[in-house]
Structures are given as C-alpha cells and as structure tokens.
C-alpha cells in the first residue's frame, strides 16, 4: 500500500500510522450528508448519528486508483461493537479518482458520534489485472499505462482492455 501510495498517489494523503499488513484505516472526513442535506462537520469534530438514523460519510483521504488495481472497504470493528453498520461488500472501481462517502446506519437507540480524523473504514487493494515483467518496465505512470495499455498483455496472454477517459483527461 506504501509503494502504491508513493507511486501514484493510492491513499492522498497517507497517513503512515494507517497502514496495516494488509489494508489501511481510512479516517473521517470533514462534512457529511444527514437527510440529503450537505453538512460540515463543526468545530468540535463531532458528526452525531442519530438512534436508528442514516448518515453518508466523506472520508478525509483521496482514492486514486489505477486502472490495475480495485478497493473494498468494511468498517472497523470497533465500529460495529457500538451498533453502527456499513453495506459491506463495496468495491471501488478501478480508475476511481476522488473521495468516497460511507452510508453509515446507526441500529441503536442512542445517538452514536464519530469524529473528524478518527480512523472509521478499513480498506484493502487488490490488483486485478497481473502484468508480464517486460509490461512493466514500460509503464512509469499512470498515463503511459493509458496510453500503452493496448499493447499490455496478461500472464495468460491476453489483451489488457482499459476503460478510461481520455490520457489527456487524467492531469
């Protein structure tokens, strides 16, 4: 996950004290939706999940995903042990650029607060698309992936098909 964040900005920004040997904490973000009505989160950090309400989270860090590699999240146990529940089983897609909002539900009958920067969902990565050694000595960047990636093949052969928008498109 370091290596990958490094390289092209996986987790931005990566917070070293999140990692773990196999996924990393994402952390509360600083607004939310309660209500289909935008929220910021005020200066006490604080985000109050009512009893038995539905609150969508922003999640401080920036997923940036290449077009290789896929994202899952669950929330932290922790999380569950005080009664709140995520849909779990969420895959971010790959090429995904930007931040992700967790629907969190709150099965107990008291209001359940989180706060700004606490560590809330794990995520893990997987790649999902293997390269042959000599494919990756050519692709530096994310761009020369896009741009070359017709010409990539798989261990089995075959043809690495990308869905994306133009190279251009990616800045």
């Given at each position: 996950i370091a290596f990958y964040a490094d390289a092209v900005k996986l987790v931005d920004p990566l917070d070293r004290a999140c990692l773990r040997p196999a996924s990393y904490d994402l952390k509360v973000g600083d607004s939310y939706y309660f209500e289909n009505r935008p929220e910021k989160v005020g200066p006490d950090g604080k985000i109050e999940i009512p009893p038995n309400g539905l609150v969508y989270i922003k999640i401080k860090e920036r997923l940036n995903l290449p077009y290789y590699m896929i994202a899952k999240y669950s929330l932290r146990v922790t999380q569950v042990y005080r009664g709140l529940l995520i849909d779990n089983g969420l895959q971010v897609d790959p090429g995904y650029h930007g931040y992700i909002h967790?629907?969190?539900?709150?099965?107990?009958?008291?209001?359940?607060?989180?706060?700004?920067d606490e560590p809330f969902v794990s995520v893990e990565f997987n790649r999902s698309t293997p390269f042959k050694p000599h494919d990756l000595r050519r692709v530096k960047?994310?761009?020369?992936?896009?741009?070359?990636?017709?010409?990539?093949?798989?261990?089995?052969?075959?043809?690495?098909?990308?869905f994306t928008k133009r190279p251009e498109d990616l800045g």
């Amino acid at each position: 996950i370091a290596f990958y964040a490094d390289a092209v900005k996986l987790v931005d920004p990566l917070d070293r004290a999140c990692l773990r040997p196999a996924s990393y904490d994402l952390k509360v973000g600083d607004s939310y939706y309660f209500e289909n009505r935008p929220e910021k989160v005020g200066p006490d950090g604080k985000i109050e999940i009512p009893p038995n309400g539905l609150v969508y989270i922003k999640i401080k860090e920036r997923l940036n995903l290449p077009y290789y590699m896929i994202a899952k999240y669950s929330l932290r146990v922790t999380q569950v042990y005080r009664g709140l529940l995520i849909d779990n089983g969420l895959q971010v897609d790959p090429g995904y650029h930007g931040y992700i909002h967790v629907v969190v539900h709150n099965l107990t009958n008291e209001p359940r607060p989180v706060y700004k920067d606490e560590p809330f969902v794990s995520v893990e990565f997987n790649r999902s698309t293997p390269f042959k050694p000599h494919d990756l000595r050519r692709v530096k960047t994310e761009k020369d992936l896009i741009t070359t990636g017709y010409d990539c093949r798989g261990f089995s052969g075959n043809r690495l098909v990308l869905f994306t928008k133009r190279p251009e498109d990616l800045g």
